[in-house]
């Protein structure tokens, strides 16, 4: 169309005979528009003044209407701001025409992506026509609204997108599943300079920013009027509920909405639940039998049954009021983001893992094609692998420029700042469902609470443990006033995990105070500052809910559950080295240890256990991989093998070097932390269940460290698997001389009327009891080491000398332990383990009697009854004082006996 016929044209469209020109080019067939028609639609002429830059520059409205020269241009729509409400309402009174433009604006909303400028100028037309109240109470009355979706049964979640007036508006994208335009003409290139990306990145936030700001102005222009809030509210339902399998692992995401168009929806609903009161919510609306998200108390809830919550709704449902906006906003958005930013955040780590698999992919290809390999290889399977080399680089490239188009938004630091000012409140109501009391820390009720889905609290963690891994410490793109609540229910999770009947709830938040304490983020933030001034912490509550935590996930009940406690008790731990050395929180932990003596004993059985694993999986896994190594770069004996030989062996290298570094990482920090409390608390490493278990780990790795074979642990490139050996020399040789001051030895003991423990250590004593092993030649080497490198002052390696020493004194002196007493009468013996007893106790449950020192090794790992299998603690045991004096006077005749046989010898 030339630009003077266009002029013509909308002349007449503006002129009072537009009505009649436009009813011309509104067809029947255009009016009775069906979803599945394939009708050419005939654009409706308001366009060129509802849509900026539409017009030639050189044309001006008011001229049009009024015939009057005027020099003012339209190019924007402000510019037509006093005529378009008079042209809206003169065609409010005409059903076709109104049909005709409000087709005419769904069809262009779907052409343009986001960087172009029609995209903005579209949406701007979008909002003129729905402030016309005439006009929107035609178009909520139109199958166009929403009902064209019912069409579509097997797809619906997609045709809210493509089939409703409001969909198109939400449309907009940079992900490259649903927009190539942007990923190939911004980010054209996987190695652009950082300073392009940043640049273009930072231009699609700022158009980002004026898009949602846009959106938000139409929905509200809509919600104004109350008549159709109902509408509104159905819409947004609607395409949250058609699309929820968006919140699933691995969603058919052709038969569901666009990636952003359901992060469009999630930050449409957190604006409007911005301004939302908590006391106007109602607490019991979800519980309401009508409820239209009623489905989402279908999913796991934190501690209630199904049977639980059909009761509940039997009692409370029909009782329900009807809710206001403000409740179905409120509990939406939580739905919304769930299916759709949160949703994104995993697709987005997803993403990130893939593209780390390539690229070890890539390395492992190239590194098997260097010229060492190849020479030994079949050409076609160097062609082969070359091959695939390329797809992979090729593949890697696509994913790089892909993660760009993702980082536009679900990097933003808007995104993050809306979500955290919903998830305060989230979380504050939350904390009203469980009537938590500040003052006493303590949840007075829970039944609401337990009837609340899951992933109510893993979006806030994984929400809050994403932002915390993709932005600087300092810089968290956090609402200031959102801090203080978020924190308090972080808390009061870790502090009420009895609350919440799956652990690895818990064990996000107590991942958000690993990634957000110093000791692995390298700076303070506002959000550790909250933690560590807490009420809960202060009152040590933080640090025994810790601890108790560490001894629970032991067992989770999933499949995977053991090498799960190895990362939650790694958090753990790290939080607690960070306490220890700031001495903030340092004095909860010898309250602990004083107060709650047994479960602190326990949190040092599951330590002692973990790090005797950890350690010696580690040590393993080097050996094999020095095996490995050498055998690799020994030319001649790695062309004797067979291709698939040296496959295999490159996938167990590469298999063990990634499982080292995992239980180095691990291990590592366990012994930080044992060696940290040995420092100052003693007494429960010394107690009998636990001082002969720790004796024996700690000779173990000392041998594995200095013995005979411990040049079979040097492996190449050390620093990379974590493994520093001098450091854990030190760390081990710190821990003996830590628990080696014991408090219970006397200064004047004699050797003759006291125990060996009084004498000598209950440590010592320990050792002497590890036949296994214990070697004097291991000290020897650890010394000879430690000291021809000046590893350790001088009064440490005193000390760890001098214990050697009290060691194989106690050995020379242990000959009672090879006195044979002779028929030891039967209620003498421990009756799980025939041996001589010490301190007979009575379980209460079987009747059994056992050893103390015995059954409390068993109570350590399991608090039941080994006969009956019935629970069983530490305070339940029934001592038996008589039978105990009968034994000790049994073993004094005896051994009376063999020392005068002894010296008549």
Aim: net charge negative.
């Amino acid at each position: 169309m030339t630009q003077e016929l266009l002029i013509s044209q909308s002349i007449i469209v503006c002129k009072s005979v537009y009505v009649d020109f436009a009813k011309v080019g509104a067809s029947p067939s255009y009016v009775s528009c069906h979803p599945n028609s394939s009708v050419e639609i005939t654009h409706s002429p308001l366009l060129l003044f509802l849509v900026p830059e539409t017009l030639p520059k050189s044309a001006s409205l008011q001229a049009m209407v009024t015939g009057s020269e005027c020099s003012e241009a339209l190019t924007t729509i402000e510019g037509t701001d006093q005529f378009l409400p008079l042209i809206l309402i003169k065609i409010a009174d005409e059903p076709s025409l109104i049909l005709q433009l409000i087709y005419s604006l769904h069809d262009r909303l779907k052409r343009f992506s986001i960087e172009k400028p029609q995209f903005l100028n579209l949406r701007r037309a979008v909002f003129k026509v729905v402030s016309c109240p005439q006009i929107l109470t035609f178009i909520v009355t139109q199958p166009l609204w929403i009902s064209n979706c019912d069409l579509f049964a097997e797809n619906q979640g997609r045709s809210v997108e493509g089939m409703t007036f409001l969909g198109p508006i939400l449309n907009g994208s940079v992900f490259a599943d649903d927009c190539v335009e942007v990923v190939e003409q911004i980010f054209k290139d996987s190695a652009l300079p950082p300073q392009a990306v940043e640049s273009a990145t930072t231009s699609l936030r700022m158009t980002y920013g004026l898009y949602w700001e846009q959106v938000m102005h139409i929905f509200r222009a809509i919600l104004a009027k109350k008549e159709h809030r109902g509408e509104v509210t159905n819409f947004l339902v609607k395409a949250v509920k058609l699309n929820a399998a968006h919140a699933q692992m691995r969603p058919n995401e052709r038969l569901l909405a666009g990636e952003g168009f359901m992060l469009n929806l999630s930050m449409l609903l957190l604006g409007l639940a911005a301004p939302v009161k908590l006391q106007t919510v109602d607490v019991n609306y979800l519980f309401h039998n009508d409820c239209p998200m009623k489905e989402m108390l279908d999913d796991t809830k934190l501690n209630a049954s199904d049977e639980e919550l059909s009761q509940y709704r039997a009692n409370k449902g029909d009782s329900i009021e009807e809710p206001n906006f403000a409740t179905v906003c409120f509990f939406l958005t939580a739905w919304g983001i769930h299916c759709g930013l949160l949703a994104s955040l995993r697709k987005y780590q997803r993403r990130v893992r893939s593209i780390g698999e390539l690229k070890r992919g890539i390395e492992n290809i190239a590194q098997s094609l260097d010229g060492v390999n190849t020479a030994a290889m079949p050409s076609n399977l160097v062609t082969r692998n070359r091959a695939v080399l390329k797809r992979l680089r090729n593949e890697l490239a696509l994913q790089k420029r892909s993660l760009m188009c993702c980082n536009v938004v679900l990097l933003s630091p808007q995104v993050f700042k809306m979500c955290t000012m919903y998830y305060a409140k989230l979380a504050t109501f939350l904390l009203q469902l469980a009537d938590y009391d500040e003052t006493t820390g303590k949840a007075r009720s829970s039944e609401l609470l337990s009837m609340m889905p899951e992933w109510f609290l893993e979006d806030l963690a994984e929400m809050l443990i994403f932002m915390q891994q993709n932005f600087q410490p300092r810089e968290l793109p956090i609402d200031v006033s959102s801090v203080q609540p978020i924190i308090n229910f972080c808390l009061f999770v870790i502090c009420h995990a009895q609350l919440f009947r799956n652990p690895y709830l818990v064990a996000k938040f107590v991942e958000i105070l690993f990634y957000c304490d110093p000791i692995s983020s390298g700076h303070s933030n506002v959000l550790h500052e909250m933690v560590i001034t807490h009420p809960l912490a202060i009152k040590s509550t933080l640090v025994s809910s810790l601890v108790n935590f560490y001894i629970e996930v032991e067992s989770t009940g999933a499949s995977n559950e053991f090498y799960d406690k190895f990362s939650i008790r790694y958090n753990i731990s790290m939080i607690f080295i960070s306490m220890w050395k700031t001495g903030l929180l340092k004095r909860h932990f010898f309250e602990e240890a004083e107060q709650n003596t047994q479960n602190f004993i326990k949190f040092t059985n599951r330590m002692i256990n973990d790090m005797s694993f950890l350690l010696e999986e580690s040590l393993d896994g080097l050996k094999r991989i020095r095996e490995l190594q050498t055998l690799r770069d020994n030319p001649e004996g790695w062309s004797q093998l067979t291709n698939q030989q040296q496959t295999q062996n490159l996938s167990e290298l590469s298999s063990r070097e990634r499982q080292v570094v995992s239980y180095l990482t691990l291990a590592n920090k366990t012994v930080t932390l044992l060696h940290h409390l040995t420092t100052e608390i003693k007494a429960p490493f010394l107690r009998p269940e636990i001082a002969d278990k720790l004796a024996a780990m700690l000779d173990f790795n000392l041998m594995q460290l200095c013995g005979p074979k411990c040049n079979s642990l040097k492996v190449r490139n050390p620093e990379h698997y974590g493994w520093q050996p001098k450091r854990l020399l030190l760390l081990l040789v710190g821990i003996y001389t830590n628990l080696d001051d014991d408090p219970d030895v006397l200064e004047a003991a004699d050797v003759e009327t006291d125990t060996p423990e009084k004498v000598y250590g209950r440590l010592a004593l320990a050792m002497a009891n590890d036949e296994r092993c214990f070697t004097e030649k291991s000290f020897k080497d650890a010394v000879a080491l430690m000291e021809g490198r000046s590893l350790v002052a001088p009064e440490t390696m005193d000390t760890f000398k001098k214990l050697c020493e009290k060691v194989l004194k106690m050995r020379s002196l242990s000959e009672l332990a090879e006195i044979d007493y002779g028929d030891i009468p039967a209620d003498f013996k421990d009756t799980l383990m025939d041996t001589l007893m010490t301190d007979p106790v009575q379980l209460p449950g079987s009747q059994a009697i056992m050893d103390r020192p015995m059954i409390m090794r068993h109570l350590l790992n399991s608090e039941t009854d080994p006969f009956n299998r019935q629970p069983l603690k530490e305070s339940d045991l029934i001592p038996l004082p008589e039978l105990k004096a009968r034994i000790l006077a049994f073993k004094r005749e005896r051994e009376a006996e063999w020392r005068a046989s002894r010296s008549n010898n």
